[in-house]
């Protein structure tokens, strides 16, 4: 712009220079929270990102066969095999050299196919166990099911049970089966911590009765009657 003469050669005034403020965030803008960050490419930073399951290291089959070895054969059982060879064996000699053949219209088969088979089974399951050994094969540890074997023995309950199968083996001559096997019931009863005494009486001569007559009756075989002779 010129100047001009009849103005006395001033400049016209100029507005004053504003400068450029940056626009400032609103509640909205606020709220949304930062910018999110540049998403990283899969397996930029992880080797181990982006591999298949058969190329990772822990599903290589080379590698789990190396880390676990294969099991040892416990040499401590081929003694329960040599004893059932053992026994298997001597089964099927005496089988066939000291039994007879007694053989009637009663047992058409005799006294030695018995005792034979007995002795081949015995030796198939001495090779069998033989064959799982050698493979490796063992029996699981007994765990010892409900019993907790920190607690120490209770000599109190065994020495009563011992007691009684002893009072038990002295009297039964003497007093007979009922009066002896009774006291061997109710004291078993006792040492095992039943205090129903009246109860456990009477289930002690009932279970010796029906011993009594059981094997006098059902088997043959006469228990001693002791004092009760001639009532039983």
Known sequence: MTTRPDRGGDLPPRPPAVPDIPAQPGPEAAAAGPPPAA????????????????????????????????????????????????????????????????????????????????????????VIYAVDVARGGAGEPEAGEDVDLTVPVDWRTVLLLIGAFLVNAVLIDRLGWVISGTILFWGSAYALGNRH???????????????????????????PAGVLQGIL
């Open 197 to 223: 005494y009246v109860r456990n009486l009477l289930i002690a001569v009932a279970l010796s009765l029906i011993t009594f007559y059981t094997f006098a009756i059902g088997l043959g075989v006469d228990l």
């Open 39 to 126: 998403a990283t490419a899969p397996g930029a930073d992880d080797p181990a990102a982006g591999r298949t399951p058969e190329e990772s290291p822990a599903a290589d089959p080379a590698a789990d066969a190396v880390a676990e070895p294969a099991p040892r054969p416990d040499r401590a059982q081929y003694g329960v095999v040599a004893f059932l060879a053992l026994v298997g064996g001597l089964v099927i000699f005496d089988a066939t050299t000291r039994i007879g053949r007694a053989i009637n219209t009663a047992d058409p088969i005799g006294p030695k196919p018995v005792p034979i088979l007995l002795g081949v089974l015995l030796l198939v399951i001495a």
